[in-house]
């Protein structure tokens, strides 16, 4: 779609899906060589056209920083392909099972076979790795796809809509753009599956939407995802392997470290350290090219109210380089914020921004029931080298992912599924999960001239179905 949608969205949007079914139906099964070279294409374009999109991104945010949109929007997409490439043919190769004695002679293979259009609703905030990831994996099991990009991203959807109609016809790949009406509609229609990434809130009206056409949903959402700094953890290593997941994007991450569970006595020295670090990677934030700002007024207004909220409630809030927040710039150097309370928003929703609540605990199994007291989040990150503390946080908390000693890279392991779990996510994609996700497995039973299932039709009680009783119901 190479205009934003305007009069009638639904009905627009119900052409531009008939289209694509129709195309479907023509072409239902993509050859491994077809889906390779859409693949190889979308590399080349992403590549090539790898500056554009970086001035794009730091156009919509007002500063984004080059080298953090090259590493988290750019290099996954470019990663996934290659992983993508390598994996193909082994993915899309029917898997042989066992028919058993029951069913024997009898042949049973599963089938990957495309689920036909594919929807995919993308955030903000990695505009770039969340459109074309999943486009990536929805392309690699054969499919269609049409993409509802973010309002707030119009410079980046620029170079998208350009970059992806260059590549593919609008029947086989469809950018859709608009505000909130044009999003509702998009949930609204009956799709072989939808992907969504965004908040939990919408994610709600999201799954709505689709249950009307029973459409499968892959829900990425978010949370607080916490990390648990254990007794033996020093607080220099804690925070030298968790600042990068709490500054990259400005903290605008769905996993990006929400809260911080520290030892009772050493929260003043973990903030010291936090200090320490944070200064010797930014320094000054103002005029830094390395740290970015906030996405727009309404998400920096979102954050302030926050702030102030926790400190009318009674929280201690230091900046992280002793600089104020800069207005002008919608930059905020992170807030390490003490003496928090759930009566405080700061504790009730996902902050998705710098700031980070500090909390003390008493003994480890407090910290686990503090976790496992609110809804389980999209990761979990342990700070931790003793093996016996790593299993039993591992083995007494529930999150959608995990990172032992490091923060966020979890989701850059391609041979590995992402997901959440209950609020923060239902479903998973990324590599082999993601084929299998965006794929029907089709279970094929073959039989030659040999009929055996005859053996079971009535009339009941002959000697060979009481046999075969006696053999089975046992």
Same mark, same amino acid.
């Given at each position: 779609?190479?205009?934003?949608?305007?009069?009638?969205?639904?009905?627009?949007?119900?052409?531009?899906? !008939?289209?694509?079914?129709?195309?479907?139906?023509?072409?239902?099964?993509?050859?491994?060589?077809?889906?390779?070279?859409?693949?190889?294409?979308?590399?080349?374009? #992403?590549?090539?056209?790898?500056?554009?999109?970086?001035?794009?991104?730091?156009?919509?945010?007002?500063? /984004?920083?080059?080298? =953090?949109?090259?590493?988290?929007?750019?290099?996954?997409?470019?990663?996934?392909?290659?992983?993508?490439?390598?994996?193909?043919?082994?993915?899309?190769?029917?898997?042989?099972?066992?028919?058993?004695?029951? #069913?024997?002679?009898?042949?049973?293979? %599963?089938?990957?076979?495309?689920?036909?259009?594919?929807?995919?609703?993308?955030?903000?905030?990695?505009?770039?790795?969340?459109?074309?990831?999943?486009?990536?994996?929805?392309?690699?099991?054969?499919?269609?796809?049409?993409?509802? #990009?973010?309002?707030?991203?119009?410079?980046?959807?620029?170079?998208?809509?350009?970059?992806?109609?260059?590549?593919?016809? @609008?029947?086989? $790949?469809?950018?859709? @753009?608009?505000?909130?009406?044009?999003?509702?509609?998009?949930?609204?229609?009956?799709?072989?599956?939808?992907?969504?990434?965004?908040?939990?809130? %919408?994610?709600?009206?999201?799954?709505? !939407?689709?249950?009307?056409?029973?459409?499968?949903?892959?829900?990425?959402?978010?949370?607080?995802?916490?990390?648990?700094?254990?007794?033996?953890?020093?607080?220099?290593?804690?925070?030298?392997?968790?600042?990068?997941?709490?500054?990259?994007?400005?903290?605008?991450?769905?996993?990006?470290?929400?809260?911080?569970?520290?030892?009772?006595?050493? %929260? =003043?020295?973990?903030?010291?350290?936090?200090?320490?670090?944070?200064?010797?990677?930014?320094?000054?934030?103002?005029?830094?090219?390395?740290?970015?700002?906030?996405?727009?007024?309404?998400?920096? =207004?979102?954050?302030?109210?926050?702030?102030?909220?926790?400190?009318?409630?009674?929280?201690?809030?230091?900046?992280?380089?002793?600089?104020?927040?800069?207005?002008?710039?919608?930059?905020?150097?992170?807030?390490?914020?003490?003496? $928090?309370?759930?009566?405080?928003?700061?504790?009730?929703?996902?902050?998705?921004?710098?700031?980070?609540?500090?909390?003390?605990?008493?003994?480890?199994?407090?910290?686990? =029931?503090?976790?496992?007291?609110?809804?389980?989040?999209?990761?979990?990150?342990?700070?931790?080298?003793?093996?016996?503390?790593?299993?039993?946080?591992?083995?007494?908390?529930?999150?959608?992912?995990?990172?032992?000693?490091?923060?966020?890279?979890?989701?850059? !392991?391609?041979?590995?599924?992402?997901?959440?779990?209950?609020?923060?996510?239902?479903?998973?994609?990324?590599?082999?999960?993601?084929?299998?996700?965006?794929?029907?497995?089709?279970?094929?039973?073959? /039989?030659?001239?040999?009929?055996?299932?005859?053996? $079971?039709?009535?009339?009941?009680?002959?000697?060979?179905?009481?046999?075969?009783?006696?053999?089975?119901?046992?």
């Amino acid at each position: 779609m190479n205009m934003p949608l305007e009069l009638n969205p639904n009905e627009q949007l119900q052409q531009i899906l !008939a289209k694509q079914q129709a195309s479907y139906r023509q072409q239902p099964a993509p050859t491994l060589d077809e889906r390779k070279q859409q693949l190889e294409a979308l590399k080349a374009a #992403l590549l090539a056209r790898q500056e554009a999109i970086i001035t794009a991104l730091s156009q919509d945010y007002g500063h /984004r920083s080059k080298d =953090d949109s090259r590493i988290s929007d750019i290099m996954p997409c470019i990663n996934n392909i290659n992983y993508t490439l390598k994996h193909l043919k082994t993915w899309m190769k029917p898997s042989r099972r066992h028919a058993g004695m029951l #069913l024997a002679p009898a042949k049973i293979t %599963v089938q990957y076979q495309p689920v036909g259009v594919v929807g995919i609703i993308v955030p903000w905030n990695f505009p770039v790795m969340l459109s074309i990831g999943p486009l990536i994996t929805a392309l690699a099991a054969g499919n269609r796809a049409m993409l509802k #990009l973010s309002e707030f991203t119009p410079h980046t959807n620029a170079v998208l809509k350009q970059l992806l109609s260059s590549l593919f016809d @609008e029947t086989l $790949v469809a950018v859709i @753009e608009g505000e909130a009406e044009v999003a509702a509609a998009f949930s609204s229609l009956p799709f072989d599956h939808l992907l969504f990434t965004g908040s939990t809130t %919408v994610g709600r009206h999201v799954m709505r !939407a689709a249950a009307a056409n029973l459409t499968p949903v892959t829900l990425e959402l978010g949370g607080k995802s916490p990390v648990i700094v254990a007794p033996d953890m020093p607080l220099d290593e804690a925070v030298e392997r968790m600042i990068y997941g709490k500054c990259l994007n400005a903290g605008q991450i769905c996993v990006a470290p929400d809260y911080v569970l520290i030892p009772k006595g050493k %929260v =003043d020295g973990f903030k010291l350290a936090f200090q320490t670090k944070f200064n010797a990677m930014y320094g000054s934030i103002s005029n830094n090219a390395d740290y970015g700002a906030i996405i727009n007024e309404r998400q920096f =207004d979102r954050l302030i109210t926050i702030l102030e909220d926790a400190k009318v409630k009674g929280a201690q809030i230091t900046s992280a380089n002793g600089e104020a927040i800069d207005n002008q710039q919608r930059k905020i150097p992170t807030q390490l914020i003490t003496q $928090v309370n759930d009566e405080m928003i700061l504790m009730q929703d996902e902050i998705f921004g710098p700031l980070l609540p500090i909390i003390e605990y008493d003994t480890l199994n407090d910290a686990i =029931d503090y976790v496992n007291d609110r809804p389980r989040p999209l990761a979990l990150y342990i700070m931790s080298f003793n093996e016996a503390t790593q299993q039993h946080i591992l083995s007494h908390t529930h999150s959608g992912g995990v990172c032992i000693n490091e923060t966020i890279f979890h989701v850059a !392991a391609d041979d590995a599924p992402f997901g959440g779990i209950g609020p923060s996510g239902m479903g998973h994609y990324h590599g082999k999960e993601g084929f299998l996700t965006m794929s029907h497995a089709k279970t094929i039973l073959s /039989r030659g001239k040999l009929n055996t299932g005859k053996l $079971v039709h009535p009339p009941y009680g002959n000697p060979i179905q009481k046999l075969l009783m006696k053999l089975f119901l046992r």
